[in-house]
């Protein structure tokens, strides 16, 4: 069965630094891209990160570059989002998706439930 | 960065009538247009990619259309499942970019 199972969703203060994972089964983890979509309180999705196949590709939106680190490791088939220096703005919930390549250039077709980063003092 | 614009933001329906939504991007982004159906509390679904090619397990009463900066979801007789917020996104260039949604309500 395809999945994607999220991890490391919390709370922390502004300025503060998140770790999230995605971890993955039931397809070749390798064959694909990956994104981050995330979700503020009430309002619609923003796409924030993507990274190719291999990691060799890395894609952030404006909002989160210079602050937030997507990689991934092949070896345990999960998708990390290191993110620093968050603020109140950030605060989200997070999804991790699939891409439909190996480039990141298509749709998401497999999303994963979400993990809740809430940025307060 | 392409700007896509969805009308109606809100649209009220009764179960078995139709629905129909509108994407517009700021510039052409010939099929590469997706649309998601998110329900309360989930994560988003697919539904239609390309901009006319249903998801596996979507039924055929979902139909989108459109190419270049205009695009249509349609939906036939609604069900209970298909109240819910639909978001059209693109993936023509990057940054990707998701519409702002827009709710079918009973």
């Known amino acids: 069965q395809v999945k994607l199972v999220q991890s490391g969703g919390g709370v922390v203060q502004p300025g503060g630094s998140l770790r999230l994972s995605c971890s993955a089964s039931g397809f070749n983890f390798r064959s694909y891209a990956f994104h981050w979509v995330r979700q503020a309180p009430g309002k619609g999705l923003e796409w924030v990160s993507a990274i190719n196949y291999d990691g060799t590709n890395k894609y952030y939106g404006d909002s989160v570059k210079g602050r937030f680190t997507i990689s991934r490791d092949s070896i345990n088939n999960t998708l990390h989002l290191q993110m620093n220096s968050l603020t109140v703005e950030d605060t989200a919930v997070y999804y991790c998706a699939r891409d439909e390549d190996a480039w990141g250039t298509y749709f998401f077709n497999i999303w994963g439930p979400g993990t809740m980063v809430a940025v307060s003092s | 960065e392409m700007v896509l614009t969805q009308s109606p933001a809100t649209l009220s329906v009764s179960p078995g009538e139709s629905a129909t939504l509108s994407c517009r991007a700021s510039e052409n982004i010939d099929s590469l247009l997706a649309w998601y159906r998110q329900k309360p509390g989930q994560a988003p679904e697919l539904v239609i990619y390309?901009?006319?090619i249903r998801a596996t397990g979507i039924p055929a009463r979902f139909t989108g259309s459109g190419s270049g900066t205009d695009f249509t979801l349609s939906i036939s007789n609604l069900q209970s499942e298909d109240f819910a917020i639909y978001y059209c996104q693109q993936y023509y260039g990057w940054p990707r970019t998701f519409g702002g949604g827009a709710k079918v309500e009973i």
């Open positions: 390309e901009a006319s």
